[in-house]
T-cell receptor, first 115, second 110 residues
Framework: DTGVSQDPRHKITKRGQNVTFRCDPI?????LYWYRQTLGQGPEFLTY????????KSRLLSDRFSAERPKGSFSTLEIQRTEQGDSAMYLC?????????????FGEGSRLTVL | TQLLEQSPQFLSIQEGENLTVYCNSS?????LQWYRQEPGEGPVLLVT?????EVKKLKRLTFQFGDARKDSSLHITAAQPGDTGLYLC??????????FGKGTMLLVSP
């Protein structure tokens, strides 16, 4: 399967713990995006990368959230000191950006439950 | 403040009925996309509209982009149970990233 893959699919953690999600984009895609989706809502943009450069991170929800894409391939999203309000689906998407509106290809998401 | 307002939020219909869902904004978009999301899955692109007044048809689905590029509609003819899902509109302004509406949850019963 050559689509976007995310790991883990489900994560249950206790409040205060750190969690990390991994996203492997479609190999030839230069852009990678992270979104958060809560029940009954559309995806909420968090951050994105073009190759290894993080071009927008002001929409990360707090300084407990950080993302990396060290070699311009896979990416990780880390949440430190998790809170119950962090419970959500974290979606990764990738696209081949050459200017204009491109199609985002989404993974199946990583569902986080904070107890 | 929600940049893109979608209506209705939820729609439950019988197989064979027609329906229209709407996506409205006070902002002008350079392009607008519609995605469909099924439970436990990520959204999947249905269509991209770029030109004001543009109409695109995909089988039983008809998408329209408003003349002023601030709104869009999705019309489904003769809905089928397989059309069930969350329909999301998403807009791009200039060189910004894609912003999603809250979605319309469609349930089509046999």
């Amino acid at each position: 399967d050559t689509g976007v893959s995310q790991d883990p699919r489900h994560k249950i953690t206790k409040r205060g713990q750190n969690v990390t999600f991994r996203c492997d984009p479609i190999s030839e895609h230069n852009r990678l995006y992270w979104y958060r989706q809560t029940l009954g809502q559309g995806p909420e943009f968090l951050t994105y990368f073009q190759n290894e450069a993080q071009l927008e991170k002001s929409r990360l929800l707090s300084d407990r959230f950080s993302a990396e894409r060290p070699k311009g391939s896979f990416s990780t999203l880390e949440i430190q000191r998790t809170e119950q309000g962090d419970s959500a689906m974290y979606l990764c998407a990738s696209s081949a950006y050459w200017g204009g509106a491109g199609e985002l290809f989404f993974g199946e998401g990583s569902r986080l439950t904070v107890l | 403040t929600q940049l893109l307002e979608q209506s209705p939020q939820f729609l439950s219909i019988q197989e064979g009925e027609n329906l229209t869902v709407y996506c409205n904004s006070s902002s002008v978009f350079s392009s607008l996309q519609w995605y469909r999301q099924e439970p436990g899955e990520g959204p999947v692109l249905l269509v991209t509209v770029v030109t004001g007044g543009e109409v695109k048809k995909l089988k039983r689905l008809t998408f329209q982009f408003g003349d002023a590029r601030k709104d869009s509609s999705l019309h489904i003819t003769a809905a089928q149970p397989g059309d069930t899902g969350l329909y999301l509109c998403a807009g791009v302004m200039g060189y910004s990233t894609l912003t999603f509406g809250k979605g319309t949850m469609l349930l089509v019963s046999p």
